[in-house]
């Protein structure tokens, strides 16, 4: 088989491997797509040590397939089931969630187990739909952490593949004050496709925009805050903290879902006195990948549209070029077996 390992900066090389061979506990997917995913250019352009990313590893973790071989003890799958595998559980150890192998033509996935690591897809549904199941969950999550309720205000910090992911999970659900920030106009007309209002902080202020999408809350010494009752982080930019504690009302909340790497420094009072909360969000549950499924088989929903682009497992390189360079590219998709 073909497969795509990384060997370090800006070097990634399409190799022959042996076609691997599940044990009783194990299945093999036959990769149909994989997504690139920001992670995979962090390594590319910074070196992979951090995030858990090795050279001379087989890489990819946005995939979905079809099962060819099951082990005799796995219960519940079966070999030509369409699948969407949970990265982080498919080696064993969440430390390989970033080396789970989907950029090769087949993978073999451990300790196999129905709605735990991995998950069957309708037959029907289009793998050119299904590949963006990983990035939709973790949006999904970012946004269930907040127990999200009918009526509440939600701000979105970044329009790339999760923020509009948790965008989406909110305007599915039938959420309807959603606010996506970002300074693509191009990404930002995805927003409003999706249904969410748009802030583009290049041309209007973002205190301003919010106050005129959300109107006023109030924070505990009864001053002017903003009317969101939650924020949601895609960015990782460190003003964003700052304005949340210097603009956020009573009881607000941020989740920070972006690997911002910048130190944020604020004053811990203004925290306390209105009761503002930081959650951070990392990876999903079984219930935020199951809810990105449902939301991809509803073909009126166009969060699937973020794939901007294919390519052949053989042309990877000009793909992590592409998704490296292209803004307007917000996914760049590799048709692994096809």
Known sequence: ???????????????????????????????????????????????????????????????????????????GIETGDHVFVNPSLAKGSTSQLAMAGGLSQYNLIQNARLDWNVFKLP?????????????????????????????????????????????????????????????????????????????????????????????????????????????????????????????GKFGAKFVVVALGATPVTYKPQFLAMNELSFLGSAIYTAADIKEAIHNITNLDNHFPEIVSAHYPLEQTQAAFERANTDKEAVKVVIDVND
């Open 1 to 75: 088989m073909r497969s795509v390992i990384y060997e370090g900066i800006h070097d990634i090389q399409v190799k022959d491997l042996p076609v691997p061979q599940a044990n009783t506990q194990d299945i093999v997917v036959r990769v149909m797509r994989n997504g690139i995913c920001g992670s995979d250019l962090h390594a590319y352009n910074l070196g992979g040590d951090e995030i858990g990313i090795l050279k001379g590893s087989q890489i990819g973790h946005e995939f979905v397939g079809v099962v060819t071989e099951v082990g005799q003890s796995v219960q």
């Open 123 to 247: 037959s029907t549904l289009s793998f050119d739909r299904a590949v963006v199941t990983e990035p939709y969950a973790v949006g999904i999550h970012g946004k269930n952490l907040l127990n999200p309720r009918a009526g509440q205000k939600f701000v979105i910090f970044g329009a790339g593949p999760v923020g509009l992911a948790s965008a989406s999970g909110l305007l599915e659900q039938g959420i309807s004050d959603v606010a996506v920030v970002d300074i693509d106009q191009q990404r930002l007309a995805f927003a409003k496709k999706l249904g969410a209002q748009v802030i583009n902080v290049q041309s209007e202020d973002l205190h301003t925009a919010l106050i005129r999408l959300f109107g006023t809350g109030h924070g505990l010494m009864d001053d002017d805050r903003i009317g969101a009752d939650a924020y949601i982080d895609c960015v990782g930019l460190p003003e964003y903290m700052t304005d949340f504690i210097n603009w």
